[in-house]
């Protein structure tokens, strides 16, 4: 359960008005589940502050932001290196 006063955003969330039709945690063979909760994603006024959140407290399961946890390894990894550097 995400903590509404550390992620404020969350309220605002395009996920939050969907049916549970759709899973926000598809399995990474299931290619149509993963199209669908990216297209909630894609309409997400949040979407930013969502990948942000997720990337920062190392989210491994899910989508958020849009992206898959594969994805989101990849963006993390360059993050950890642009926070390495700015240290
Ligand atoms: S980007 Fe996707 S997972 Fe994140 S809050 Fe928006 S709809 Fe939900």
Redesign the pocket.
Known sequence: MIDLEVTP??EA????QVTHEVS?FPESDDLAGISR?KA??A??P??A???TW?IESNQTE?????HTPKERRTIRRRWLEEVKKAS
């Not at 969330?13 to 939050?16: G, I, L, Q």
């Open positions: 955003w969350r969330a395009a996920c939050v926000f909760a909630v994603c309409t997400c949040v979407a502050e969502c990948l997720a899910g989508i958020w932001g849009g």
